[in-house]
């Protein structure tokens, strides 16, 4: 599924370990919308998915 996105950086840990993105997608129902949600959260260098 190929669409327009931007993706940037938000925050960092104190101890640098962790960072936090923030990820713009435009989704046109429900099922897409979960699809990235559960795609996201099934990758493993990723830790939480809000």
Do not use: C, Q, W
Not at 3 to 10: A, E, F, G
Not at 22 to 47: G, I
């Amino acid at each position: 599924m190929e669409r327009t996105y931007t993706l940037n950086p938000s925050n960092t840990s104190k101890s640098g370990k962790y960072i936090s993105m923030n990820l713009e997608l435009l989704v046109h129902n429900e099922d897409e919308r979960t699809y990235f949600y559960e795609t996201l959260k099934a990758h493993p260098h990723v830790k939480m998915v809000l």
